[in-house]
Nanobody, 123 residues
Framework: QVQLVESGGGLVQAGGSLRLSCVAS????????MGWFRQAPGKEREFVAA????????WYVDSVKGRFTISRDNAKNTVYLQMNSLKPEDTAVYYC????????????????WGQGTQVTVSS
């Protein structure tokens, strides 16, 4: 099992940037595929980005390509989501997601979730 704790959310003006972090418990972080999802009020949770175990391959939803970057530091048990050129439609609770066997979001979400961190982008 792995426990995930997100941080880094907040209020930012449109065009601004935020970096989210997700720290995982345990010694096997490098064995997990990691991802980020988000859920806006009244909407379903949606996939945002994912990264392979070693960090060499990444996936993004089309709406964030070129603006968001997912990365990981296996030595620190941490995955990041750098969000630039933020838009009001990026406002949501952002969740960290992990899975041992498959890439979160490609077919389904992973097995483990964090508690979420709120991102609010004002216009």
């Amino acid at each position: 099992q792995v426990q995930l704790v997100e941080s880094g959310g907040g209020l930012v003006q449109a065009g601004g940037s935020l970096r989210l972090s997700c720290v995982a418990s345990g010694r096997t972080f490098s064995l997990y595929f990691m991802g980020w999802f988000r859920q806006a009020p009244g909407k379903e949770r949606e996939f945002v980005a994912a990264i392979s175990r070693g960090g060499g391959t990444t996936w993004y939803v089309d709406s964030v390509k070129g603006r968001f970057t997912i990365s990981r530091d296996n030595a620190k048990n941490t995955v990041y989501l750098q969000m630039n050129s933020l838009k009001p439609e990026d406002t949501a609770v952002y969740y960290c997601n992990a899975d041992r066997n498959s890439v979160p979001g490609l077919r389904a979400a992973g097995d483990y979730w964090g508690q979420g961190t709120q991102v609010t982008v004002s216009s």
